[in-house]
């Protein structure tokens, strides 16, 4: 593994040994989260917009070199099993506005396609960094994934690139008990 993926997993107390392997991928990976999903649960995923936003920060975001005042997109989505109804995954991205072409700030706001196939549809260049791992508690999280409020999520966070430039920050969380199985 990357030093500094496995840096980022230690820092948080994450042990990558006792993970399964698919949970090394999704927390590891720079790749498309829901189409690594649907090959791995062989099921279609979809996104269910849990809410979308566009506002002004109210604090400056190192990561993502923007300012208090920016405009950004704060969007919280659910990625669910299209026959299973099953939340894998709970997402949430920082956006800069200023920083999409129009054909990405459209499709975002107006379809319910998942981020990485609207980069795709529109040959998006990305560049991928992981900035952060964590287990934390599932809190008001635990609903989404009908676990108890005090059950662990495992998650990860990565800005993406385009054109050399910050353009969003994501943060991915799943149930520390979720995709156990290695096949």
Known sequence: MRKDL??????????????????????????????????????????????????????????????????????????????????????????????????LKYGLTKSKEAMGRLWLENKIETFKEIIDSEKEAAGILADYFTIDPEDKLLSRTYIVYSQRQPITMITEKFPENYFLQDF
């Open 6 to 103: 496995q840096a980022s997993l230690t820092k948080s107390h994450i042990n990558p040994a006792q993970l399964s392997t698919f949970q090394r991928i999704l927390l590891t990976t720079d790749g498309t989260l829901t189409e690594i999903l649907e090959a791995y649960l062989w099921e279609k995923i979809q996104v269910v917009k849990l809410s979308e936003e566009i506002l002004k920060l109210r604090e400056d975001i190192l990561p993502l070199a923007v300012k208090v005042g920016t405009e950004v997109i704060d969007r919280k989505i659910l990625l669910q099993g299209s026959i299973s109804r099953k939340n894998f995954i709970y997402a949430q991205s920082i956006l800069v506005l200023e920083r999409l072409n129009e054909k």
